[in-house]
């Protein structure tokens, strides 16, 4: 195991031109994991716990916060709760376009920043923006033009009220779906700056402090059930995403004045 990480790592430092002084000390502080636990670099497993709990914390809280929404979709009845699902079902497949540009962009990022390309490392945040932006856009025209067609393979054309409901909150997923998309490729840019707490503080402050409470207004104050619901979300997901772009502009530039400054 040890050997495949040092041949793996030396290939690397070769592509990238490390400078062969350089290369048996960063081959040897590349050997921080090993199957053996005593063999572990101590200093290596704390940083890696301390990246991978707030990703794992952050799964969570989405989870948790999606879970409480179809509890509250279902206090509105049977036919409420087929279309929160379904509708649901049909963003979560989009959304995978969202997890692919999300992981591309953590992985480029983190390279380019470890180059000092600070302007292309905000260029590729554009460019996975761009790339989503224009995916979501037709898969919401075809929400809003066609609904009937869309919701076919998960409800029964019989279903009058859930496929009536369902109707209306495609019309918000068309919307909500790009703050969902780009609040997704925010955690990947900032995973991409070593920095996975701030998607985690991101997710409690939209999900659980603005998302929750404006649910209490729009579907139970103003009384518009499920689609209040979607509303809400859709104003949490919108917060989350400008903070975490916000956070990911900041962090960029931050590391661009420390590396000037050197």
């Known amino acids: 195991m040890d050997g495949q990480l040092g041949a793996i790592s030396g290939q690397h430092l ?4 490390v400078p062969v002084d350089d290369k048996a000390e960063r081959l040897a502080d590349a050997r921080v994991v090993s199957l053996i636990p005593f063999k572990a670099d101590r200093t290596a497993v704390r ?7 707030p990703i794992a914390a952050t799964y969570g809280s989405e989870a ?5 929404t179809a509890l509250l979709a279902g206090s509105f009845g049977p036919a409420a709760l087929a279309a929160h699902t379904a509708v649901n079902q049909l963003v979560y497949i989009v959304f995978q ?6 992981h591309a962009a ?13 302007a292309r490392a905000q260029r590729l945040m554009r460019t996975a923006l761009g790339c989503a932006a224009l995916v979501m856009a037709v898969v919401g025209a ?4 066609v609904p009937r067609l869309v919701l076919a393979p998960f409800l029964d054309a019989s279903s009058d009220d859930a496929v009536t409901v369902a109707t209306h909150l495609l019309i918000v997923a068309a919307v909500l779906q790009f703050f969902d998309c780009t609040r997704n490729i925010g955690v990947g840019l900032l995973r991409g700056l070593d920095d996975t707490k701030t998607g985690f503080r991101a997710t409690l402050i939209g999900y659980w402090a603005v998302d929750l409470p404006a649910s209490c207004v729009f579907a139970f104050g103003f009384g ?7 509303l809400r979300l859709l104003v949490g997901l919108a917060a989350t995403a ?5 956070a990911f502009d900041a962090g960029v530039s931050r590391l661009a004045a420390a590396s000037a400054a050197v």
């Open 14 to 17: 070769l592509d990238h031109g």
């Open 47 to 53: 940083r890696l716990i301390g990246l991978g709990v």
């Open 64 to 68: 948790g916060f999606f879970s409480l």
């Open 97 to 102: 376009v969202a997890v692919g540009l999300s």
């Open 106 to 118: 953590s992985i480029n990022v983190s390279r380019e920043i470890a180059l000092g390309n600070h």
């Open 142 to 145: 075809a929400y809003v033009s």
């Open 224 to 230: 518009w059930d499920t689609v209040g619901l979607w």
């Open 242 to 246: 400008a903070l975490l772009m916000r």
